[in-house]
């Protein structure tokens, strides 16, 4: 069975650094096309990053230069370093894996909440 | 850049009752691009549908999609009590690029 589960998010104020990590298990992250959507309070969903299987990185204009995605093969989990936050940064960031091909996520984590604020 | 525009804002229905929810792009897509999500409350979302027409493992067969071009439209046959949430349509572009639409809440009438 696939799981996501996310981890790493909190309270950080405007400038701030902060690294959300998702375990994956049931699959291999090394395999799998893996992404980051975000949901701020009350809004809709927002896509952030994605890693290709091969390796590819790619960002949405928001958050490029300042957000970094990475997955570490051996240990199964993918990552998204956040750096030079801003209040609009502040969401509900879920781990999603694609369904079939990278055109979709059909497996997503329970989200953890990052709140940035001073 | 594609944009998504999804109506109506909020449908109010009545469970029994049918649900056509509709996804426009700003220009012309390929159908083997688009999917559709469904979101319940302080849940994550889920898939339903992608490559418009093709349901995901395990979602039942009250929900369809259809559409061409830049329509498309998600259907739900008979709408049971664990439909009302919000849904999304989402397009899978180049760079690549996921762009999702705005949402459409489906609320008990």
């Known amino acids: 069975e696939v799981q996501l589960v996310e981890a790493g998010g909190g309270l950080v104020q405007p400038g701030g650094s902060l690294r959300l990590s998702c375990a994956a298990s049931?699959?291999?992250?090394?395999?799998?096309?893996m992404g980051w959507v975000r949901q701020a309070p009350g809004k809709g969903l927002e896509w952030v990053s994605v890693?290709?299987?091969?390796?590819?990185?790619y960002y949405s204009d928001s958050v490029k230069g300042r957000f970094t995605i990475s997955r570490d093969n051996s240990k199964n989990t993918l990552s998204l370093q956040m750096n030079s936050l801003r209040v609009e940064d502040t969401a509900i960031y879920y781990c999603?894996?694609?369904?079939?091909?990278?055109?979709?996520?059909?497996?997503w984590g329970q989200g953890t909440l990052v709140t940035v604020s001073s | 850049e594609i944009v998504l525009t999804q109506s109506p804002g909020t449908l109010s229905l009545s469970p029994g009752e049918r649900a056509t929810l509709s996804c426009r792009a700003s220009e012309s897509i390929s159908s083997s691009d688009l999917a559709w999500y469904q979101q319940r409350p302080g849940q994550a979302p889920r898939l339903l549908i992608f490559g418009a027409f093709a349901r995901a493992t395990g979602i039942p067969d009250r929900f369809s999609g259809s559409g061409s071009g830049s329509d498309f439209t998600l259907t739900i046959s008979r709408l049971e009590p664990e439909d009302f949430a919000v849904y999304y349509c989402q397009h899978y572009g180049g760079s690549p690029k996921y762009t999702l639409g705005q949402g459409t809440k489906l609320e008990i009438k």
């Open positions: 999603a894996r694609d369904y079939v091909s990278p055109a979709r996520f059909g497996y």
């Open positions: 049931g699959f291999s992250v090394s395999y799998s096309h």
């Open positions: 890693i290709h299987e091969r390796g590819d990185t």
